[in-house]
């Protein structure tokens, strides 16, 4: 994303575990370890994007960690992500942002100013920033566009 003369980066991804397919297997937390010992290191921020799906499911309940915006029956004593991030990848330092949205629905105006918002700061803090939803594309694509982010392909393996 260009700053003026300076240019930023930031990362986009599927959440950890996801399959293809309407498959709601849970996500042991061995692949979720894998997945963060993969992330772009060190003072990486999450930007999670995960909300509901189409038909109300949290996207966080296929993990043994819930969202910040689950509700008391949906943690059922299970630590937020960014808590169990503390407990299991504490030497990583990793922060975690929440701007829960719907899979296949425009994300609200006010969310994405939110996430501006966010991404001014975690930048200025020297942060580097991984935004997640569920397949990595459809919310990710229209936070690009809202943020007039060009993508940049080559240092892609």
């Not at 293809?20 to 003072?43: A, E, M, T």
Request: hydrophobic fraction near 35%.
């Amino acid at each position: 994303m260009g700053q003026g003369p300076a240019t930023t980066y930031f990362f986009s991804c599927a959440r950890p575990g996801r399959e293809l397919g309407k498959s709601v297997s849970p996500v042991p937390d061995d692949v979720v370890d894998k997945w963060v010992r993969g992330l772009p290191q060190p003072n990486t921020a999450i930007v999670s994007l995960l909300g509901r799906k189409r038909d109300g499911l949290s996207e966080y309940s296929f993990y043994s960690f819930c969202g910040a915006a689950d509700d008391a029956t949906e943690r059922r004593g299970r630590p937020t992500f960014q808590e169990w991030l503390e407990q299991r990848h504490g030497d990583l330092q990793i922060t975690v942002r929440y701007h829960p949205t719907r899979d296949f629905a425009k994300i609200p105006p006010e969310t994405l100013a939110a996430i501006k918002t966010d991404l001014d700061l975690l930048f200025s803090q020297g942060r580097t920033v991984v935004f997640v939803d569920s397949g990595g594309e459809t919310r990710n694509a229209e936070v690009c566009n809202f943020l007039s982010a060009v993508e940049d392909s080559s240092s892609v393996s």
